[in-house]
């Protein structure tokens, strides 16, 4: 059972809310809590590398939710709710309809995040406190606020940052083709290349991303390593997790021919061997920082189908 309550942080209010549920699953038979993640947000919004978390997710059309760019168009329904036509025109339809229609799919990830390795790689690769924070952006595509650097390509702005409606507003291929203020092989034009002129199409590989940090937050300006476990747990949420988490992970995180960089690896969560740098366009020279070390690993995921609230009444009445 993975136990999040996003709203309430601490320890004992995830108590209480794990409480009230527990005599929910506890009275249905053949159902047994046999492992529990507890997940929450830290009071910053922030997860554990220090970056404002949650910052980007798509409009789905007909929802009526916006999505945080008002440059995107909406996505089809299909795309992320079974029964609906998704971009390509087809629709995805499990058997029985009852079941499969207006359900979805998700994948869960635990991710550890080794926060000492990055701060001190952070450190290793600065000639000062400012240039850590760039290079902390220039690796990321915003800094730490949740300012991009398309929008502050120079300083943080905490404003923007702060600014749900603007801070995610941007395109990539009319200012920014070559990445000079975005880095191509940063991790958010990586995970959303937006307009950018990349191999295949965008908006087939659009998924809604959520996250809650799990273990105590390092606090700052600590170097050594205090043995806590702590990282990310993720849930990617698509009708195709194929072509979108799938994609993803192996095309866009792990590779980077999409774009032109070979086989280089996302800097924040790419399966990364120690061998290769992070390039950093730059006039007249372009910056390259040493070997990533791996920052963020695997510790465990999950594929899960979601059912839809009348496919679980419809479950609940099935008979012997």
């Known amino acids: 059972m993975w ?45 554990h590398f220090g970056y404002l978390d949650g910052v980007s997710h798509p409009a789905v059309e007909g929802s009526g939710i916006p999505g945080s760019n008002t440059l995107e168009a909406p996505l089809k329904g299909g795309e992320f709710v079974l029964g609906y036509p998704d971009e390509l025109g087809g629709v995805q339809m499990p058997q029985p309809t009852v079941l499969g229609r207006n359900g979805s799919y998700a994948v869960f990830r635990k991710l550890h995040q080794d926060v000492v390795a990055f701060r001190r790689y952070l450190r290793d690769n600065s000639a000062g406190p400012e240039d850590e924070e760039l290079i902390a952006a220039k690796i990321m595509g915003r800094w730490r606020s949740g300012a991009p650097l398309a929008l502050a390509p120079q300083h943080d702005d905490p404003a923007l940052g702060a600014d749900p409606h603007r801070r995610n507003t941007f395109l990539y291929e009319q200012n920014d083709p070559m990445g000079f203020a975005t880095p191509g092989g940063c991790h958010i034009r990586r995970a959303n290349p937006r307009d950018a002129s990349v191999a295949g199409e965008v908006r087939l590989h659009r998924m809604i991303r959520r996250g809650a940090v799990y273990g105590p937050p390092l606090p700052d300006g600590v170097l050594e390593d205090d043995g806590a476990d702590r990282g990310l747990m993720f849930a990617f949420i698509g009708a195709h997790l194929g072509r979108q988490f799938e994609f993803v992970q192996s095309e866009w995180m792990n590779d980077g021919v999409f774009f032109g960089a070979g086989n280089t690896k996302d800097p924040v969560v790419g399966a990364a061997d120690g061998e290769a740098g992070h390039t950093i366009p730059r006039r007249p020279v372009r910056r390259r920082l040493a070997p990533l070390p791996r920052f963020a690993v695997t510790r465990g995921g999950e594929y899960c189908f979601l059912p839809s609230l009348s496919a679980l009444r419809w479950l609940g009445d099935l008979h012997d």
């Open 3 to 47: 136990s999040s309550r996003r709203s309430h942080p601490t320890p004992p209010h995830l108590e209480a809310a794990i409480d009230r549920a527990r005599p929910a699953y506890e009275r249905l038979s053949g159902v047994t809590a046999i492992w529990r993640q507890d997940c929450y947000a830290l009071p910053t919004e922030k997860e």
